[in-house]
């Protein structure tokens, strides 16, 4: 078995951890959560190539609350704003746009007072670099970025899954996780917190990979919903 690695770093595609003994760890810990990764495909966790956290938690923000295609859209406008679209946005191009600029690319107020704030912070040395994050543990990172406007700890959550690639992470307030909760172990309503947090337990260290199982129930659970008509 390949050790687990705290600092985001990788054994398999980046990922801080071995896919193969996080899953035989959850088969192992919880039935119940067992049958479901029977029944779904094999892990397959893709990390985002983002190459700054302040890159990885603008495209956050921006794609916060709004469909893929709409905050691609978005962020593609952010993008040209910036630098004619041939790179990410940075701290100091940020805070170069006129708020009316920033408007025009279609964010809302608050997603524009949010990246301004955090470009602030970024030009400031107030966030951690990339690689600063990958030697912090998961609460530090959390403590660090979530006085940032616009950044709540699901965000903080998201980056530490899909950019760090942290084996121990589960996003406890965040709805597919608990939907795939209620679907994977038959109740009828969504989990508390702490109820999803209690169960969780057994499933530490590899929290991520229960989390992303869960996701999929989730899915199948949506996809197996009766369609009801608009005709009358």
Not at 127 to 147: C, F, G, K, N, Y
Request: glycine fraction near 10%; charged fraction near 30%; hydrophobic fraction near 40%.
């Amino acid at each position: 078995m390949r050790r687990v690695t705290g600092d985001g770093t990788g054994t398999r595609g980046g990922l801080g951890f071995d896919p193969g003994a996080a899953t035989a760890h959850l088969r192992d810990s919880d039935r119940a959560l067992a049958r479901w990764i029977d029944a779904a495909p094999p892990f397959a966790l893709e990390l985002k190539k983002t190459p700054s956290l302040f890159g990885a938690l603008a495209e956050s923000i921006v794609y916060q609350q709004l469909s893929g295609k709409a905050a691609a859209t978005i962020y593609g406008r952010l993008c040209a704003l910036c630098a004619n679209g041939r790179r990410a946005p940075t701290p100091e191009r940020i805070l170069a746009l006129s708020d009316a600029k920033l408007r025009s690319a279609g964010l809302s107020r608050g997603k524009a007072l949010a990246l301004r704030d955090l470009a602030r912070r970024a030009h400031a040395g107030e966030l951690p670099s990339l690689a600063a994050a990958r030697r912090m543990p998961d609460e530090e990172i959390v403590e660090r970025l979530v006085p940032v406007r616009g950044v709540g700890r699901w965000t903080v959550e998201m980056l530490l899954i899909f950019r760090l690639g942290r084996p121990d992470v589960l996003p406890a307030d965040d709805y597919g996780v608990r939907k795939g909760f209620a679907v994977a172990f038959r109740r009828p309503e969504l989990p508390s917190r702490d109820e999803l947090l209690r169960r969780g337990a057994r499933w530490s260290p590899y929290r991520t990979v229960a989390s992303w199982y869960l996701w999929r129930a989730a899915e199948r659970a949506r996809t197996r919903e009766p369609r009801t008509s608009d005709q009358g």
